[in-house]
């Protein structure tokens, strides 16, 4: 695909269950971004993956926040026992590479509802 | 944390109009970006400027830079019915790796025909 896919577009889930979200970058992108954007907290930095560094996770609310990478290219975010403030839109990002003057390029985004 | 304050909040102008939103940050940064956003979806990337520039161009897009003041204004000329959207700034100001982009509260731009 051209760009950045997220799925699933939409997810509702209840109170105390796990969610999986899934981020497909742009092939050949090296570096890779989650972002949630909800309405008290705007849009927030989460974590980010280049190549096969160790991920900084800096931005993780939470332990109950995770993600992979595998294979260098798809990712997933995972959230464990989901409150009902962890309810934003999810958005994916990836670019070229790391880098001050790279474009991050942004995926349509999973909108989580926790009930 | 937010880093950027953007202002308006809210924008309304008939279509033919220029529209101008301004943002304001707090610390140094390495670059400024503007972003699109249609229907609290998927951000579009709008166009870069770099700490080092003052004025940019792209389109009917004017960007403007002043690091002594740590603001930014985004100007779009001639606006269409078709830029209603909520507009970003976002700035990077890590030192190296990951550019992590810390994003204003955004403006909501509407073009009335």
């Known amino acids: 695909g051209a760009g950045v896919s997220q799925s699933p577009s939409n997810k509702v889930t209840e109170k105390g269950k796990d969610v999986e979200l899934r981020c497909d970058p742009i092939s050949g992108h090296t570096a890779l971004y989650w972002y949630r954007q909800s309405l008290g907290q705007g849009l927030e930095f989460l974590i980010y993956f280049q190549g096969n560094s160790a991920p900084d996770k800096s931005g993780l609310p939470s332990d109950r926040f995770s993600a992979e990478r595998t294979g260098g290219s798809v990712s997933t975010l995972t959230i464990q026992r989901t409150q009902q403030e962890d309810s934003a839109v999810y958005l994916c990002?990836?670019?070229?590479?790391?880098?001050?003057?790279?474009?991050?390029?942004f995926g349509p985004g999973t909108r989580l509802t926790v009930l | 944390s937010q880093q950027g304050e953007e202002d308006p909040q809210a924008l309304s102008i008939q279509e033919g109009e220029n529209a101008t939103m301004n943002c304001s940050y707090k610390?140094?940064?390495?670059?400024l970006q503007w972003y699109r956003q249609n229907s609290g979806r998927g951000l579009v990337h709008l166009i870069l400027?770099?700490?080092?520039?003052r004025e940019k161009h792209s389109g009917r897009l004017r960007v403007t830079l002043d690091t002594s003041k740590k603001s930014s204004s985004l100007l779009i000329t001639a606006s269409r019915a078709a830029d209603t959207a909520s507009y970003f700034c976002a700035t990077d100001a890590t030192r190296q790796g990951a550019q992590k982009l810390v994003f204003g509260q955004g403006t909501r731009l509407t073009i009335n025909p």
């Open positions: 610390t140094s940064i390495n670059n």
């Open positions: 990002a990836s670019s070229l590479v790391a880098g001050p003057y790279n474009e991050q390029f």
């Open positions: 400027i770099r700490s080092n520039e």
